[in-house]
């Protein structure tokens, strides 16, 4: 492709904010012309889209904070999470076929992983709303002909970023998989919830969101 576009803030554990990558600039294909009659370059037309179609003066502290993250990016230990980021999603999108859940393609070869839930007779809203009341973290989204409206949903979306990043590991997938599983399966149910939230509280009390 030609253009491609990323976050800062997910897998890579920066600041929030966007990257726009690009190849060998190009002649843009959509007929746009400079005033002596030559079609503008696409780099020129990102560049005008950013600024100052959607931003305006540079947070110096945001861009500073980005180098960081992109230096850490080098090191063998990014390299080392992002090996581990993706043993993690692979152990989990196994536990959930071994429970019957019906992963989007069939399992993951990346960081993150798509369900159907339409067979365990729940929406991505209603499993994505009682996760949260157990202190779980997902994305309602969005399945291959879907019959829901994008507010309410049909699937929903797993990563292991952040669970890889608080030390879990692959042998630690079943458990937390065992526990998403509890919460969909009994999601009217909130003592069945609050159970989970105070096992899921447990599990993390050690493992430190930042470290210093």
């Known amino acids: 492709c030609h253009v491609v576009t990323t976050t800062t803030h997910k897998t890579l554990r920066g600041p929030r904010g966007g990257l726009i990558l690009m190849g060998e600039d190009f002649e843009n294909p959509f007929g746009l012309k400079l005033k002596n009659g030559s079609l503008k370059k696409m780099s020129s037309l990102i560049n005008l889209a950013v600024f100052p179609g959607n931003q305006g003066g540079p947070l110096e502290h945001v861009i500073a904070a980005k180098a960081i993250a992109f230096r850490e990016a080098l090191t063998d230990d990014f390299m080392n999470y992002m090996v581990q980021v993706r043993q993690n999603a692979k152990s989990m999108a196994k536990e959930f076929v071994k429970r019957n859940y019906n992963i989007i393609s069939d399992g993951t070869d990346n960081h993150m992983m798509l369900i159907d839930l339409r067979n365990k007779n729940i929406s991505g809203k209603d499993a994505e709303m009682a996760l949260v009341k157990a202190d779980i973290t997902a994305n309602k989204n969005m399945v291959p002909f879907d ?25 630690e997938m079943t458990l937390i998989v065992d526990l998403i599983d509890k919460v969909i399966e009994n999601h009217n149910n909130d003592n069945e919830i609050m159970k989970v939230k105070k096992r899921v509280n447990e599990l993390m009390k050690d493992r430190s969101l930042f470290n210093y």
Not at 151 to 171: H, M
Request: charged letters at 20%; zero cysteines.
């Open 147 to 171: 019959d829901k409206s994008p507010f309410i949903t049909s699937g929903i979306r797993f990563g292991t970023p952040a669970i890889t990043t608080r030390g879990l590991i692959e042998n």
